[in-house]
């Protein structure tokens, strides 16, 4: 065993298949784990005893300081290694889950899981840098970023579907402990596989400044985006919010421009390619995060469905992610990315728009079917989509890439939810004013009119998702349109400095 690694250090294209295999487990693992918490939450909230809206405190203080600290730890893996940054935090989100598993009250819940959110933040840069410097020619790399792509989208399928059984046969304090062992396995995986890579170019300064101030933005920015519906959208909390975000984003903005070392090189967003991108990734995120958020919730509350059922109606989600990720990779050299990518979004736009479909008399196959449609969608052109990045940076800056990448897709879900619930909320409360007034009852007795208010209601809600999913499909459609206007040229790609030691 010994001589099978010291071969693989000396020859690592030997092993590029099994340090993917490493970083598919790690990247599964922290993104797993904000998923299948939420399940827990009803427990959580009865062992606490604290109220529903103390809870969501558990998920927000996650996603802030996930968001907080991804350019961070994507700027440290490009210079001091990216493989040491990757086992660090892999190191620290273990232990930050046995401790969030062996919490004694609400407030060192909150603790632990801002270590958990800290230490995973380190995984995604990382892992797209690791996969960029492992697999170098094109089609190959393409194919292998998809492949890595799908696992970040397949573990919020997979949420609900461990996370019911493990709730239900082990409390809720299992969902953290079992990354005790799986991440040992993944470490061990990590410590033998992957090789380091550092850039030649040499960090003199890092950029404090820049980091805390792009902190404070994307805190005020998620929070809002988590909190809005709740406080009111032009509420004095949330224009304080706003207010925060143009106040230190613009100083960000101003710190990046004159530091020799940025955190997040502002050079990128003159490749219109880069900036297109992300763009498109946006929007797909967007719709893909916000719809897998409601539709549990519609399955559950209309359809009549427990959590594990709602969870195995996710699994061919999964497997049409997994299954047109590398197929869409497969093009690269063959299509022009714009195409495939435009392609993929309007298919992600069409599952969509079957969604508006859904009543309450909807079978298994109203919500498999769109499911899988969308997830083939958004699979077929996430390959295509990440590879871009990584091929028109720098590899010595793909970490920072990676990290900008990284944020656009958590602040597309934070948007995604935060939009969508909104457009939910005022096509219900548009909906029953609208049924209310089409209908009506002859009989006035007490019990019957209590009833009929309900089934206004009911109608006016199932109606209101139908309005969500039909909203979310156009935005796909403009992604789909704004996709033709990525570009790829190779006069982008800059000097590249790498050393794999």
């Known amino acids: 065993m010994l001589k099978k690694l010291k071969r693989a250090k000396d020859n690592p294209d030997n092993f590029r298949w099994l340090i993917m295999l490493t970083v598919i487990v790690g990247t599964f693992l922290g993104r797993l784990d904000q998923t299948i918490v939420n399940l827990a939450l009803p427990k959580i909230i009865g062992e606490f005893n604290i109220t529903v809206s103390s809870a969501g405190w558990i998920a927000t203080a996650y996603i802030l300081a996930n968001a907080i600290f991804v350019p961070i730890w994507g ?11 990757y086992i660090l935090g892999f190191s620290i989100f273990i232990f930050g889950s046995v401790l969030a598993g062996l919490s004694w009250n609400f407030s060192s819940m909150i603790v ?3 270590v958990q959110a800290v230490a995973v933040s380190a995984d995604y840069p990382t892992a797209m840098a690791i996969v960029a410097v492992t697999f170098r020619e094109g089609k190959e790399r393409a194919q292998a970023l998809g492949i890595w792509s799908a696992s970040f989208a397949a573990a919020a399928v997979f949420g609900p579907l461990i996370g019911g059984p493990l709730i239900d046969n082990f409390g809720w304090r299992s969902v953290f402990l079992v990354n005790l062992p799986v991440g040992i396995i993944g470490l061990f995986m990590a410590l033998a596989f992957i090789q380091e890579s550092v850039s030649e170019k040499k960090t003199a300064k890092f950029d404090w400044w820049g980091a805390i101030t792009l902190g404070l933005a994307l805190s005020a920015l998620v929070l809002v985006l988590d909190k809005g519906l709740e406080w009111g959208w032009f509420s004095l909390n949330s224009f304080f919010s706003y207010a925060a975000i143009l106040i230190f984003g613009y100083i960000f903005i101003q710190i990046e421009k004159n530091h020799s070392e940025p955190i997040v090189d502002l050079k990128f967003f003159k490749i219109g390619a880069f900036v297109n991108t992300l763009a498109n990734n946006f929007i797909v995120f967007m719709g893909m995060i916000g ?8 399955a559950q509350m209309f359809l009549g469905y ?13 497997f049409m992610i997994v299954l047109a990720a590398p197929l869409g990779g497969s093009l690269t050299g063959k299509i022009q990315p714009r195409y495939v990518i435009a392609a993929s979004t309007f298919v992600a736009a069409v599952g969509l728009f079957l969604f508006s479909f859904l009543d309450a008399r909807s079978g298994p196959l109203s919500i498999i079917i769109p499911l899988s449609i969308m997830a083939f969608g958004i699979g077929f052109g996430m390959a295509q989509r990440t590879n871009i990045i990584a091929s028109i940076v720098p590899t010595a800056e793909i970490g920072i890439a990676s990290s900008v990448l990284a944020l656009v897709r958590n602040i597309a879900g934070a948007f995604g939810i935060a939009i969508f619930a909104t457009i939910l909320n005022n096509a219900t409360n548009s909906n029953v004013l609208s049924v209310a007034r089409n209908s009506f009852v002859n009989i006035k007795n007490p019990f019957v ?14 109606a209101a998702y139908g309005t969500v999913f039909a909203v979310a499909s156009i935005f796909l459609l403009v992604g789909a349109v704004a996709a033709l206007g990525i570009k790829v040229h190779k006069e982008n790609k800059l000097e590249e400095n790498i050393v794999i030691e």
């Open 75 to 85: 700027k440290l893996g490009d210079t001091i290694g990216r493989k040491k940054i």
């Open 112 to 114: 632990f899981r801002v």
């Open 291 to 298: 719809g897998v958020f409601l539709i549990p919730i519609f």
């Open 306 to 318: 427990d959590a594990t059922q709602t969870g195995f109606l996710f699994m061919p989600m999964a």
């Open 449 to 462: 009119m209590k009833q009929f208010a309900g089934l206004v209601i009911l109608k006016a809600q199932v």
